[in-house]
């Protein structure tokens, strides 16, 4: 960890930065950023030593400049390299459905983007897809992290189900599931129910034609 501070409690008395000093180095502290009010506040030569003698980088920053702002610039930067790997899984699934490519791909590659088994069940929970062949998986008494498929209220298709361990469980963000992969897997489902009701239409459209018309060739039928 970094840190941030004024050191406010040193500026009367200085050689108390010698035992703060000491303390950032036994706390594993990776670097410090001192900000003072003006030059007449300063690190002692004693409590730069220390810090040189443990590897224990400091700095001085400008009074202007808000700790507030350089932990929450930092904070957005952590963010992005956590949502990175999210990102980068989000357009393999849409490469892989604007590919044409079965869900049996999609859930592999979230299984693989993840490190972790992955299955799609539909709205009923009935298995869709999944990422592992040992019919013995998943082990009895495992609760997978369920993650829902679609929009709600009306677009909700199925759910996500991922099988992580209790480290892996931790570094998951839900939110990020559900933005970057499960809404791309909604995309499966919705084409699905597409073609399922142009079929619907199709069939129905046949059934009506050969109710009301008595001159359809046979080899017509038989085609269509």
Same mark, same amino acid.
């Given at each position: #960890? ?23 180095? +036994? ?15 300063? !690190?002692?030569? %004693?409590?730069?030593?220390?810090? +040189? $003698?443990?590897? !224990? ?6 009074? #202007? =400049?808000? &700790?507030?702002?350089? %932990? ?11 949502? !990175? ?13 604007? +590919?044409?490519?079965?869900? *049996? ?13 992955? @299955?799609?069940?539909?709205? #009923? ?20 992290? $369920? ?8 677009? !909700?298709?199925?759910?996500? @189900?991922?099988?992580?361990?209790? *480290? +892996?469980?931790?570094? &998951?963000?839900? %939110? ?14 919705? $084409? ?18 050969? *109710? ?5 060739? &046979?080899?017509? =039928?038989?085609? $269509?």
């Amino acid at each position: #960890e970094v840190i941030l501070t004024t050191a406010h409690e040193c500026w009367e008395q200085p050689e108390r930065f010698v035992d703060m000093v000491r303390g950032m180095v +036994q706390s594993g502290a990776a670097a410090v950023f001192f900000s003072f009010p003006n030059e007449r506040v300063a !690190l002692p030569g %004693q409590a730069v030593a220390l810090a +040189q $003698q443990s590897g !224990l980088p400091l700095f001085v920053i400008p009074w #202007e =400049q808000r &700790l507030s702002e350089i %932990q929450m610039e930092a904070f957005r930067g952590i963010r992005e390299k956590e949502l !990175l790997e999210y990102h980068r899984l989000q357009n393999t699934l849409y490469n892989l459905f604007f +590919q044409s490519r079965p869900m *049996a791909d999609a859930v592999e590659a979230v299984s693989r983007g993840l490190r972790m088994p992955a @299955a799609v069940l539909d709205r #009923e929970g009935e298995l869709v897809q999944r990422s592992w062949v040992s019919d013995s998986f998943p082990r009895a008494g495992t609760t997978p992290l $369920q993650v829902e498929v679609g929009v709600r209220p009306s677009g !909700l298709y199925g759910v996500l @189900a991922l099988y992580p361990d209790r *480290a +892996q469980r931790e570094a &998951l963000d839900p %939110q990020a599931l559900a933005q970057y992969v499960a809404f791309p897997l909604s995309l499966w489902f919705h $084409q699905r129910s597409t073609e399922n009701m142009a079929n619907t239409r199709v069939r129905n459209e046949f059934v009506w034609n050969l *109710a009301n018309s008595r001159d359809i060739p &046979l080899e017509e =039928q038989s085609r $269509q």
